[in-house]
């Protein structure tokens, strides 16, 4: 099944303590991005990359990291969360010349 | 800023009546649109797509308009179903200029369709 898949789905951590947000796709695409979904401002972009190890900044990429080593996967990195990063976050992939991109189910985060 | 406004928080219609959910934008550069529908607990799932140089795109329930002049799109829903009750965004991109594949997501309509 053709899928975008991310783990944890909840995770509740203290500030400070370095936490790694997978995701993992099978389509062979070669777009993958993060995005963050918080109340009343939709979903905005983190991180994107076009291609295995080639990475960009998004709209809110202060406190995250990321990386490409495979296509396959594109994990989310941060380094020494805080409580603003507390969100919802979806992982989303799809084919360079698409527009259309398929989502992850999503990871609460939670940072006390 | 907010390029991609979605200005109805929610929205309330009874099965089989039509369900219209409005976003407007302000970049000009932007050439492509779509319609992203959301359940709880899951990610978002494309709906329908419309690009800058259509005014009209179908399938099967759903209708999206474009008013190019009016930086304006909706979306129709004709009948309404329950199955339809969802958090539904809309969002744009600009690949025109070098931006790559970014999607700018409107705040979402919450869509409640009553049995």
């Not at chain 1, 960009?56 to 941060?78: A, C, H, M, Q, T």
């Not at chain 2, 759903?62 to 329950?82: D, G, M, R, Y």
Request: glycine share 8%.
């Amino acid at each position: 099944e053709a899928q975008v898949t991310q783990n944890p789905r909840y995770l509740i951590t203290v500030t400070g303590k370095k936490l790694t947000v997978t995701c993992s796709q099978n389509m062979n695409h070669e777009y993958m991005s993060w995005y963050r979904q918080d109340p009343g401002l939709g979903l905005r972009q983190i991180y994107y990359s076009m291609n295995v190890e080639v990475t960009d900044k998004g709209d809110v990429p202060e406190g995250y990291k990321v990386s490409r080593k495979e296509k396959r996967n594109f994990p989310l990195i941060l380094e020494s969360p805080s409580p603003n990063q507390t969100s919802l976050y979806f992982c989303a992939s799809s084919l360079l010349e698409s527009y259309e991109q398929y989502f992850g189910p999503g990871t609460r985060l939670t940072v006390t | 800023d907010q390029q991609v406004k979605q200005n109805s928080p929610s929205l309330s219609v009874q099965e089989g009546r039509i369900s219209i959910l409005n976003c407007d934008y302000t970049n000009s550069m932007f050439d492509y649109f779509l319609w992203y529908k959301k359940y709880p607990a899951e990610g978002p799932t494309f709906l329908i797509s419309i690009s800058s140089i259509k005014d009209k795109n179908e399938d099967g329930r759903f209708t999206v308009f474009l008013n190019k002049s009016a930086k304006h799109l909706s979306l129709h829903i004709v009948p309404s179903q329950p199955g339809d009750s969802a958090v539904y965004f809309c969002a744009a991109s600009e690949r025109g200029s070098g931006n790559t594949g970014k999607l700018i997501f409107g705040q979402g309509t919450t869509l409640q369709v009553k049995p």
